[in-house]
């Protein structure tokens, strides 16, 4: 089975810091994803990557960026925390770049305050 | 502008009866489909699929089918179970401004009543 780890499962960080959030896969994906989850909103797409050091901005990049430098890791970095992105982050992986399955990760709830 | 809507946020059911879920798209080039189940604190679980050439995939307990001409798509749980009680979103993908990508909607919290 793949499994997608997200290195910590709860977090809290002061407003203005810089926030780093680590996602690892094992199964050699190509594709690599992070999302938020809010109530009412969804999964909403942050940043994906198709390939290392390649990343696209997904429908809400503001105020976070990314990193690729290994095919297993994608990291998700909040340059500046804001409460607003008070949040359960989500990571992803997939092998196919056109359909497949996601993998999500378990999540990581951050809280910003 | 949403692409993909559950426009039911929640659903009761009894135990043993069937929870129907659906779903609802905008964009025609969307050419696969997942059901995600969510419990509180953890990260979404695949449940089932579809792919644009078919009608209907069944798992188990668990039925999915495309109406291709509405753009909708609904997710059968027979018979429902206590364990099934959680958020259920909906994924569409395909290619979308040009790049690959998975777009889900907001989520109906079922609730199965023992």
């Known amino acids: 089975d793949v499994k997608v780890t997200q290195s910590s499962r709860y977090l809290v960080k002061r407003t203005g810091e810089k926030v780093f959030l680590e996602c690892v896969q094992d199964?050699?994906?190509?594709?690599m994803f992070w999302y938020r989850q809010d109530p009412g909103l969804g999964l909403r797409l942050i940043y994906f990557?198709?390939?290392?050091?390649?990343?696209e901005k997904g429908d809400i990049p503001e105020g976070y960026s990314v990193s690729r430098e290994k095919k297993e890791r994608f990291s998700l970095i909040l340059e500046s925390a804001s409460t607003n992105q008070t949040s359960m982050y989500l990571c992803?992986?997939?092998?196919?770049?056109?359909?497949?399955?996601?993998?999500f990760g378990s999540g990581t709830q951050l809280s910003v305050l | 502008d949403q692409q993909v809507k559950q426009n039911s946020p929640s659903l009761s059911v009894q135990e043993g009866r069937i929870s129907i879920l659906n779903c609802d798209y905008t964009n025609s080039m969307f050419d696969y489909f997942l059901w995600y189940k969510k419990y509180p604190a953890e990260g979404p679980t695949f449940l089932i699929s579809?792919?644009?050439?078919?009608d209907k995939n069944e798992d188990g307990r668990f039925t999915v089918f495309l109406n291709k001409s509405a753009k909708h798509l609904s997710l059968h749980i027979v018979p429902s179970q206590p364990g099934d009680s959680a958020v259920y979103f909906c994924?569409?993908?395909?290619?979308?401004?040009?790049?690959?990508?998975?777009?889900f909607g907001t989520g109906t919290r079922l609730k199965v009543l023992a």
């Open positions: 199964m050699d994906h190509e594709n």
């Open positions: 994924a569409a993908s395909g290619v979308n401004s040009g790049t690959y990508k998975y777009i």
């Open positions: 990557s198709y390939d290392v050091k390649m990343k």
């Open positions: 579809i792919s644009s050439i078919k």
């Open positions: 992803a992986s997939s092998l196919s770049r056109s359909g497949g399955k996601l993998f």
